[in-house]
C-alpha cells in the first residue's frame, strides 16, 4: 500500500504547515537595510546632541545675561563702577516728574538706569518729596544718596535775569555774566572752551581754527541764569544759550543745512556777517546780502579775488588778520559775533537770481545794491550829495 506523502512529510496541519521558517518574515521589501537603520539612528543621535547643545548654550547665555543685568543694576543702585567719578551739573525745574528727574540723572551720567530709580523712589516715598533747584551730583553716588539731595538740597538757587544782543561776542558776554553775578570771566572762558555738551554741532566746530570755541553759537536772547556757584552757574548758561540755538533749528531749516554745500559752521560764519551789515535790515535785505556774499565766493558775475571785504570783520581783534575779510579770501575761520535766526535764515535761503556783488547802506539803514563797481561807486558818490553817507560799504 502506498504511504501518504504527508505522512511521510509530518504533515498534520495543512498545506502550509512545512514552510521554511514559519513564523518569521522574509520580505526584504519591509525590512529595512541593517547599514541603513545604522545612519538613520546615528541621525537621530546627532540631531538630538545638536539640540542639547543649544539648549544649554540657550542657558547659559540668559544666565550671564540675567548675572551681569544683576551685577550691573547693583552697580548703578550704589553708585559703583561703569565709568563712574565725574560731577555732573542738573537743573531740576519745578513740577518736574519722576521720570523727568530720572531720564536728567541718566543724560549727566548720574544713574544708569532711570527706570530703576524710579522704583526706588517710588518704593521708598521719595517721589513726592523731590525739590526743584540747581544740583552737582557726583557719578559715584548711590541712589539713597541721590534722593538725600533731591529732598534736601533744592530750591536754593536765585536766578538772574540777563540779556544777551545780537551780534554779542564771547568776550562780550563774559562781561555782561560776571557783571550779573552769574559767574566769573575766568570760569565763564574756561567752559566756553573746554565744557563738554551733548550738542552735535559743537562737536564739528573746528575748534583749532577759531580763537574761541563758541563765539556766535551762543544764542542772543533774553535768559534766566542762576547765579549761586560760579563754576556750575557758567556751565548752566552757556548750556542754555547752545539748547537754545538747537530749539531754533525747524525742521525745514535742518534740511537745508543738511542740503547745502556748506557746512554749519560756515552757514553760522555767513549768518553771523549777515548780522553784523544788516541787523536793522528787513528778511528781503538779509536774503540779498546773503547773496552777495556767496555771489563773491563763488564767482557770480565776480572775477576777482573771493575777498568778501565786510567792514565788521575787521574789528574782530583776534586772529592776525584772519578774520578780516579784507585781508584773507573767503569765508573767515568762524563767526565774528552771535546772529540772530532771521541772519541763519537768510544765509540759507539767500535771494535766488540776485547777481549782485556790491552794497551800501546809507544813514537810514536804507540798503543799494550794485552788480558793478562803477555803479557802487555812482552810488556812494550820489548819497554823499544826499548828506546820507554811511561808512558801512562792501569794498570797492
Known sequence: MEENKNDVLGNTGGDDA????????????????????????HKKKGNSLIKNIIWILSIILVSVGLAFGIVYAGADFMGLGFGRGDNCVVEIKPGSSTTAIAEQLNECGAVKIPFLFRLYAKAKGYDSQFKYGLYTFNSESGYEDLSQMLINEGAKAESVEVKIPEMATVDDIAKLLEDAGVCTKGDFYDVVQNGSFKIDFVNDIPKEMVHYRLEGYLFPDTYSFYCYASEECAFLAVEKMLKTLESKLSSVMQSEIKASKYSFHELMTVASLIESESANGSAEDRAKVAAVFYNRLEGVNWDGPKFLQTDPSTYYPYGNGKYNTYETEGLPPGPIGSPSVNSLKAALEPQKDFKATYFVTDKNAKFYFNETLAAHNKTIADLKKQGLWLYTDLGN
Open 18 to 41: 512545512f514552510i521554511i521558517g514559519k513564523g518569521f518574515t522574509l520580505n526584504e521589501e519591509t525590512d529595512e537595510n541593517p547599514e541603513k537603520k545604522s545612519k538613520k539612528n
